[in-house]
């Protein structure tokens, strides 16, 4: 505070220095016209410059960029912002969390311990220099004891143990504070996130949040800007003309009637990457440096990921302003947040049919995926299994293509795929190589904005050879394979290719040399075959890349971090990605699998067992059409594996849920939620209770056999015999054994006759 207080007498200082002194009673007139247009100005400042703002957040708005009803926050940024927003006043916010650390069981312990070391209890009146020292003291105080805590153990005894583990938690929640009050003091930040992760949109509900609290708040477009970054937003400003050559007085001002509030004048430039003009360029990190010299201006710039790292992080590591870089991540978007958001997007787009689980899991995984994903179905009730990430893109494509009539989209996209193949290159590639005029590299730019594929501008070479290039790369790994799967599928057609040798030897050369590409390239182009009903091609991609490892090249990449997989086997996952139409010789191929692993039965069983639930197909329905096909020996392998767990369970006292057990809460779940189990699903659980009739877990489904309709239809199936007989048996030890009512009575007659009944 004793800072801010002195900055104030600095603004005052030098507002009455910029008055100058006044000799005459012209001069004074003169002064006193000044005055009263200055304070004109400062109380309309806040009313007109979100006037501004409030024009632009609508604009966005218009433009698609930003959807208020489906704005959810996903993560802690929006929070982070907010200490930055709202700073000095939310202070006492993390002392009352830093407070409560130390009251609980575990606090008291780590009291105990460590003693009077440093604070464990802050005033809301302590300075922001003593908080600042304190939460750097007690981190390093944890982080000492993390990394001693054997040795102290002679010292304190059983305790240490007792509390090194719960010691991570309060590091990690004392780097929290750390990084909020960062936060606070921060006078220039750059929000830095990948392209279609929400950046605009937490900008402009940052705006709404200032301007909801009566703080003043200029939020502009980087691709509005035409001239020097600073100059533009100064002329945004509510000034007088003819007072325009005091702006800096005049900003003085502002600021010292805002210290008073316990406010600040907040500038936010969204998406610097988005222009390319030198002058925008050159001008950007002055910006910074200009309103430095106001102590209650702050400025919020957001980029782009790619962008920053190649232009703007050299260039702003070079000025004498260095902002606060926060990086906006995507991967740490929380569960129910997601959820919430996808029920937005539903309403917001009246997307009313049902999704399967798996759709929601890829929903879930990006923003980028999900808004496209909404606005293609806008206005659809079907029933959703699966993403369908072929139809997504085409109809995606003609969106983007019908909105920017002016730009040739297919031969764009056509000549970046015949590049990368021709060099095999999927990374990147020189913008130069499109071969396009100035005017069509303008209206490009234009398109690469809405998220298809971006561009990005890196340097090259070091010294005196440093340049920079500018290259186009797919936003997205997913649509960078659709893409490259249609140019080859287009150009084998073209040419009448009909056993598309283009791409069987393109996709083959990609696995051999395991590059990313293939396992998007060959799902893309099954669906294709599939579709125009080509089972044979179909049919071909199973037996090449069905049982390969395809799946595990991205992994690799990846360095080990496996994405979640709802099928092991690749073939599997081609197979259900066509939703409930399953063909004989994709049956073939499952049924050829199960012989080979009878695991890969129940892998398909319990994506089945969800779709039961769901109400979506193929459902348990084809679990009982593919055990139909298994012979005794199959049969007996599969239901021994389902019951195998239950004695690893017993033998190595494991905490891991048993098969069985997971069953009986999905059939319990399915019980609720439709009301019944379905006659396919009684036939598999009477199977598995026929196989181990003492499962307690299985004991309420073994009256299901009494029913004789059902059991004759058991009987009369296409089940394996040791099926059957394991049914027969099951229904002998159910069924209660009749009373036979003649020999009962020959008893009592054979009683009588020799006096002992009467």
């Not at 708005?61 to 993560?75: A, C, H, R, T, V």
């Not at 006492?92 to 003693?115: A, D």
């Not at 067992?609 to 298994?630: M, T, W």
């Amino acid at each position: 505070m004793k800072g801010q207080n002195i900055s104030a007498c600095t603004e005052l200082k030098n507002i009455i220095d910029g008055f100058g002194t006044v000799q005459t009673a012209w001069g004074l007139i003169v002064a006193v016209t000044l005055i009263i247009a200055f304070i004109f100005c400062v109380f309309a400042f806040t009313k007109r410059i979100n006037k501004i703002t409030k024009a632009q957040v609508q604009r966005f708005q218009k433009e698609g960029k930003y959807l208020p009803s489906i704005y959810i926050e996903l993560n802690n940024s929006m929070e982070y912002l907010r200490y930055f927003i709202f700073s000095y006043r939310w202070k006492h916010r993390i002392i009352r969390q830093y407070n409560h650390l130390f009251h609980g069981y575990e606090g008291k312990r780590l009291k105990q311990l460590f003693g009077p070391v440093t604070k464990y209890s802050l005033s809301y009146f302590t300075p922001f220099s003593s908080l600042s020292s304190t939460l750097s003291a007690m981190h390093d105080e944890l982080e000492r004891f993390r990394k001693n805590h054997r040795e102290l153990y002679s010292e304190h005894g059983e305790i240490v143990w007792a509390i090194a583990n719960s010691t991570y938690n309060h590091v990690h929640a004392i780097k929290h504070l750390q990084d909020l009050c960062a936060m606070m003091r921060q006078k220039n930040v750059i929000l830095v996130g990948n392209a279609g992760n929400g950046k605009t949109s937490l900008l402009c509900r940052m705006a709404e949040v200032t301007i909801a609290n009566k703080m003043p708040c200029l939020l502009v477009n980087s691709r509005d800007i035409k001239e020097d970054c600073s100059e533009y937003i100064i002329k945004k400003l509510p000034i007088i003309p003819k007072l325009r050559n005091m702006t800096s007085l005049y900003l003085r001002l502002i600021s010292l009637v805002l210290f008073f509030q316990r406010k600040y004048f907040y500038i936010f430039v969204d998406a610097i990457n988005e222009n390319d003009r030198e002058v925008f360029t050159n001008s950007i990190s002055t910006l910074l440096e200009t309103f430095s010299k106001y102590s209650r201006i702050r400025v919020l710039l957001t980029c782009r990921r790619e962008y920053f790292d190649s232009r703007y992080k050299t260039l702003f590591s070079a000025g004498e302003e260095k902002p606060y870089i926060s990086n906006l991540q995507e991967a740490e978007y929380d569960e129910r947040a997601t959820l919430k958001m996808i029920k937005a997007y539903m309403k917001h787009f009246n997307v009313r049919g049902p999704f399967s689980l798996e759709t929601q899991d890829k929903l879930k995984n990006s923003l980028f995926l999900t808004r496209i994903f909404f606005e293609v179905n806008s206005n659809r009730d079907e029933c959703m299994l699966e993403f369908r990430n072929a139809e997504i893109y085409k109809l995606y494509f003609e969106k983007i293509a019908s909105e920017n009539k002016g730009v040739d989209l297919n031969a764009i996209v056509n000549s970046i795929a015949r590049y990368m193949f021709a060099e095999f290159q999927f990374d990147k590639i020189p913008i130069e190589e499109l071969n396009l005029s100035s005017d069509d590299l303008d209206s490009l730019r234009n398109l690469l904005d809405n998220n298809l594929i971006i561009s990005r501008s890196v340097h090259a070479g070091i010294g005196i050879t440093e340049r920079e290039e500018e290259y186009v790369y797919f936003v997205f790994d997913e649509l960078r394979d659709f893409c490259l799967a249609r140019y080859l599928l287009t150009l084998d057609e073209y040419n009448s290719f009909l056993k598309y040798s283009e791409l069987f030897s393109n996709v083959t050369k990609l696995f051999e040399q395991r590059l990313s590409p293939v396992e998007g390239m060959v799902k893309y182009a099954y669906h294709h075959f599939r579709t125009i009903a080509r089972d044979d091609l179909c049919d071909k991609i199973l037996k090449v890349f069905g049982e390969s490892d395809v799946q595990s090249i991205l992994d690799w990449e990846k360095r080990g971090m496996h994405r979640k997989r709802t099928f092991n086997n690749f073939g599997f996952s081609l197979i259900f990605s066509e939703g409930d139409n399953i063909a004989s010789f994709e049956i073939d191929y499952i049924l050829h699998c199960i012989k080979n692993d009878c695991r890969y039965y129940w892998e398909i069983f319990w994506f089945l067992l969800g779709n039961e639930y769901s109400g979506f197909k193929p459902n348990i329905h084809l679990a009982v059409d593919v055990l139909q096909r298994c012979d005794d020996e199959i049969s007996e392998k599969i239901l021994e594996f389902f019951f195998a767990d239950s004695a690893e369970k017993y033998y190595s006292y494991s905490d891991k849920e048993r098969r069985v057990d997971n069953l009986k809460e999905w059939l319990d779940a399915i019980q609720k939620n439709n009301g019944t189990l379905s006659e396919h699903l009684k036939i598999i659980i009477t199977i598995l209770a026929a196989y181990d009739p003492i499962e307690f877990a299985l004991k309420e489904y073994h009256n299901f056999v009494l029913d004789e309709d059902f059991f004759k239809q058991i009987q009369e199936s296409a089940l394996c015999n040791l099926t059957k007989l394991l049914v027969c048996e099951l229904k002998d030890r159910t069924t209660p054994q009749p009373t036979d009512q003649n020999a009962l009575q020959a008893l009592m007659e054979l009683l009588k006759s020799e006096g002992y009944y009467e």
